[in-house]
């Protein structure tokens, strides 16, 4: 009889338990479905000359002495969602303060420009050196740091030529 009334309860807090389960919704929800007008360009590096532009599946690898080389080369729809996920956790479309009076001249001149749809917003940010780095522009280094690693690991970027040379 005890064992018959123990199982009944272990059984209704089971339920009980799956139907809580079931009303709550994931945290991440929102961020995980990537919209479909999701892309980026990038252009970046020393005078700017690398670039990632998802809209037309297109690189440019700067080789510095012998120019620049373009490709098509694409990132995979989990490549693209992380890399959403990585620009809504930096809250990339909102107010970033880039603190232009921090920026300093550097010899050779680097600079990032993105242009950024998503959610059917366009956004535009541009930067340069800095002395000192404002906790936005770090973030937006970091996602620049992350999506070229992505880039240099497929198997059509090892295949373009080498860097020749560097910056003086």
Known sequence: MIMKRLVTICLVSLV???????????SDEVHTKVPTDFNFSLEYGTYGKQKIDTFNQIIVKDLVIDGTVEANI???????K????????INIMGNLDLEKEKECGVTPESYSSWTIEMNGESKKIFYKDYCEYPRDVLNLLRLEDYIHNLLTEKAEYKELPASNGYYE
């Open 16 to 26: 009980l338990i799956g139907m809580v389960g079931c009303l709550q919704k994931p």
């Open 74 to 80: 694409a990132f995979t729809v989990e490549e693209m």
């Open 82 to 89: 992380a890399i959403y996920e990585r620009m809504v956790s």
